[in-house]
Structure formats: structure tokens, C-alpha cells
């Protein structure tokens, strides 16, 4: 599993430090689509936990909390970017 999680960190950076610019607003986008399926998910862990394992809702709410954070920054950068788009009165 260590030699996996090894190899998809190579194979994700050498994928995203090729991405040109152009295509950096649209993958923003998708990767908050994606965070917020994180968010769900780590909503539903949170609630099918039960109330004694502390580790489940503590990672849980680690999840909610840094994907929420993903998703807000995504939407102020992608946000940022379109704003570069637009004529200047």
C-alpha cells in the first residue's frame, strides 16, 4: 500500500506540473466538485460512528473541515481568475 500511495504522489505531480494555465480554472472547478463529495462522505462517516470511537470523528471532522476549507479556496481562486477575464470599464 506505501509503495502505491509512493507512486500515485510521483505520477500526481509530474501530472500537475504539466497542466497548462489555460486548463487551470476548469480543473479547479472539477477538484471542488470532487471536495464536495469528500465533504458528504466524511458527514456520513461522522454519522454512522458510533459516539465512543473518538478516532472515527475526529478524522470525520478533520475531513469536513479541511474539504470545506478546499472548496472555499477553490471557488475564491477560480473566482480571481475569471475576474482577469472580464473587460475593465
Known amino acids: 500500500m ?5 507512486l500515485s504522489i510521483f505520477l500526481g505531480v509530474e501530472v500537475i506540473a504539466h497542466v497548462p494555465s489555460v ?3 476548469p ?5 471542488n466538485a470532487i471536495h464536495g463529495v469528500v465533504i458528504i ?3 456520513i ?9 473518538y478516532l472515527a470523528l475526529t478524522l470525520g471532522f478533520l ?3 479541511l474539504g470545506t476549507l ?17 473587460k475593465k470599464k
Do not use: C, P, W
Not at 46 to 53: C, I, L
Not at 77 to 85: A, I, K, N, Q, S
Open 2 to 6: 506505501i509503495y502505491i500511495l509512493i
Open 23 to 25: 486548463l487551470h480554472t
Open 27 to 31: 480543473l479547479m472547478s472539477g477538484s
Open 41 to 43: 462522505g466524511a458527514i
Open 45 to 53: 462517516v461522522m454519522g454512522q460512528a458510533e459516539a465512543d470511537n
Open 63 to 65: 475531513a469536513v473541515v
Open 70 to 86: 478546499n472548496v472555499v479556496g477553490g471557488f475564491v481562486v477560480t473566482d480571481r481568475m475569471l475576474e482577469l477575464f472580464k
